[in-house]
């Protein structure tokens, strides 16, 4: 999609509700550099990253080695399969929280069949990929002419082979009970769901890591990436470079901003004009004094772990939910393309690392916030379940013709 070139006034990212869905940009503050020289070798844990996954989802530190493992092969066998099944045969695949099962949803015998020869569980289903694609693209459309309201959502679930539009719970506005009716109209393949949180935005060179931008708010590194002259750039999230400002850290200038797409999309460059000194890694600051190795980057299963590396909460670990969600942040900030995920995010977080084992999956963009104690927290914080969004890399990689940097 094409980037923003026009410099756009930056949206105000006070918050005037209990709960929120919000972009992750946070007010300025102090940084420190504890971590660079111990991160400086690049260095890879397998086991901190089981025991961090261990610690989030309640198992043993064997038991995530293993889940890890199993998720990756899980992974490829899955796009093989929905890649040879096609969009009309097919409604996505996941990975069942019980048993850790690859499940491939079909819409007809025939594929279920080949879905069982190669080794996954088959579940017949009423709609395609293209047929959820489509209604989710009908409410997009809807959208950008006639507004969402206060409506925070909406994503394809393949669990449900539905296209799950999430509103806010209690009376809506009248755009938004608009905006319902066209949901409902597209029948069976839409499901409505009722929220008490609404969404929010995100605004720190190792993956994860703070940047301060001169325009005063904060945000994290994505992943550090090559142009194809060469040069080395960073991507982070778009909405942190909205008005191109330019970032740093440790009060040392970084670069400025290459290019931006938010809303519609959240992804960014940004330039490293010194690299010999940045020294920028292919590896992601996993918080507890090493950094977990970039191999590449893939799309990870429906129901894979995720862990996702921020300047406010770290490292932490949950589930992805759904892909192609659609969230509604606001003041006609609608983004869409994102994926929905557990892990806990907070202000500050925005542009950070998102990875499944040692691959790159995408670039934090927002979250559903609760106010608690004078600041917005994720919600297992106050009892509430996480849900969480970032975009996916591959797409920003893509519109700036960018590499990974690889460990």
């Known amino acids: 999609m094409s980037t923003t070139q026009s410099i756009r006034r930056r949206k105000s990212l006070g918050l005037a509700v209990a709960a929120t869905v919000a972009l992750l940009a946070s007010p300025l503050a102090a940084s420190g550099s504890a971590t660079d020289e111990r991160l400086a070798t690049g260095s890879d844990d397998s086991s901190a990253a089981a025991r961090a996954l261990a610690r989030d989802y309640g198992i043993s530190v ?17 796009d093989r399969l929905t890649r040879k099944l096609g969009a009309t045969h097919s409604g996505g695949s996941y990975i069942t929280g019980r048993t850790g099962d690859l499940v491939v949803t079909v819409t007809d015998p025939a594929a279920a069949r080949q879905v069982r020869l190669a080794g996954a569980t088959p579940r017949v289903v009423e709609f395609s990929t293209r047929a959820l694609a489509r209604a989710h693209q009908a409410l997009d459309r809807f959208a950008e002419t006639r507004g969402a309201g206060t409506v925070q959502g909406w994503y394809v679930d393949v669990r449900t082979n539905t296209v799950m539009v999430t509103a806010s719970r209690g009376a809506q506005t009248k755009v938004s009970q ?6 409902r109209s597209l029948g069976d393949r839409v499901e409505v769901e009722h929220s008490a949180g609404r969404p929010s935005t995100a605004a720190y060179l190792y993956g994860g890591q703070q940047v301060n931008m001169s325009n005063g708010f904060i945000c994290s590194v994505g992943f550090n990436a090559r142009t194809s002259s060469g040069a080395y750039v960073f991507v982070t999230a778009g909405h942190c470079a909205e008005g191109f400002p330019s970032f740093s850290r440790n009060g040392v200038l970084i670069g400025g901003t290459r290019g931006y797409s938010f809303p519609t999309n959240d992804y960014a460059s940004v330039n490293i004009n010194n690299p010999s000194y940045w020294n920028p890694q292919g590896a992601v600051d996993m918080y507890n004094g090493y950094a977990r190795l970039v191999y590449g980057h893939s799309q990870a299963a429906v129901g894979s772990s995720l862990c996702k590396s921020g300047r406010t909460t770290g490292w932490t670990c949950g589930t992805i939910q759904a892909y192609n969600q659609t969230v509604n942040y606001g003041g006609g900030d609608i983004v869409s393309g994102l994926v929905r995920h557990n892990a806990c995010v907070e202000q500050g977080d925005s542009g950070g690392s998102n990875m499944s084992g040692n691959y790159a999956q995408g670039i934090s963009s927002g979250g559903q916030l609760y106010l608690s104690g004078g600041r917005y927290v994720c919600g297992q914080k106050v009892g509430q379940p996480n849900v969480s969004f970032y975009q996916p890399v591959g797409e920003a990689l893509s ?8 460990g």
Do not use: H, M, N, P
């Open 399 to 406: 519109a700036y013709g960018l590499s990974l940097v690889t």
């Open 62 to 78: 064997a038991q995530a080695k293993t889940r890890l493992a199993d998720e990756r092969a899980a992974d490829l066998l899955a």
């Open 178 to 183: 608009v905006f319902l009716r066209k949901a």
